[in-house]
């Protein structure tokens, strides 16, 4: 079945570089998108980039030049890399497989990681 | 950007009650609309997409409506595994954007 788990540090450091991994089954990455989403302590969601299924990437442009979105596609694992972390960037980060065509939408989400940015 | 504005910010409902949430785009999204229920703790789950196609596995007491800039939720009898919190999210155009919530919970 189709799974998705992020994994990461759960504490990062003021001005530090947040690394994520989201390891995908049940699906090929070449078939589908994955988003990035997070969640500020239970409030709204805020979608952060996508890796599309022919390798390409979009941004969220409130993350203009922080943010980084790559895969390894024989790991089936997609990675974010955000840098110059600050504390407004404390939540839940999800990774999301796209399960639209003419529109972009999440139809299977990962179980997220809660990362703390913190000194 | 699309903003979201999704009412109410929360509700309260009787077991057997009809619920909707209603969530307006700031320009025409075309019935890109999707529905998500996130309960505490747990990541989102998909409901509705396309504005009103219903996501395999979703009882059939939920059902959604709308287009141009309006649309809704509805939850035709309420039960208690219906509590959480709804969002509506855009996926016409990027950035993607999402409503602010709504948290439904039983009278």
């Known amino acids: 079945q189709v799974q998705l788990k992020e994994s990461g540090p759960g504490l990062v450091q003021p001005s530090q570089t947040l690394s994520l991994t989201c390891t995908v089954s049940?699906?090929?990455?070449?078939?589908?998108?994955v988003h990035w989403v997070r969640q500020h302590s239970g409030k709204s969601l805020e979608w952060m980039g996508r890796m599309w299924s022919d390798g390409d990437t979009s941004y969220n442009s409130a993350f203009t030049s922080r943010l980084s979105i790559s895969r390894d596609t024989s790991k089936s694992q997609v990675f974010l890399k955000m840098n110059s972390l600050q504390t407004e960037d404390t939540g839940t980060y999800y990774c999301a497989r796209n399960g639209g065509y003419r529109y972009a939408y999440f139809d299977y989400w990962g179980q997220g990681v809660m990362v703390t940015v913190s000194s | 950007d699309i903003q979201m504005t999704q009412s109410p910010a929360s509700l309260s409902a009787s077991l057997g009650e009809t619920v909707t949430i209603q969530c307006q785009a700031s320009e025409d999204i075309y019935s890109g609309l999707a529905w998500y229920q996130q309960k505490p703790g747990k990541s989102p789950q998909l409901l509705i997409y396309?504005?009103?196609s219903l996501q395999d596995g979703v009882p059939s007491r939920f059902s959604g409506s709308g287009s141009g800039t309006q649309y809704s939720l509805k939850i035709s009898s309420m039960q208690t595994e219906d509590e959480g919190v709804y969002f509506c999210q855009q996926g016409l155009k990027y950035p993607l954007t999402f409503g602010s919530g709504t948290k439904l919970e039983i009278k």
């Open positions: 049940g699906f090929s990455l070449t078939s589908y998108s």
């Open positions: 396309g504005a009103s």
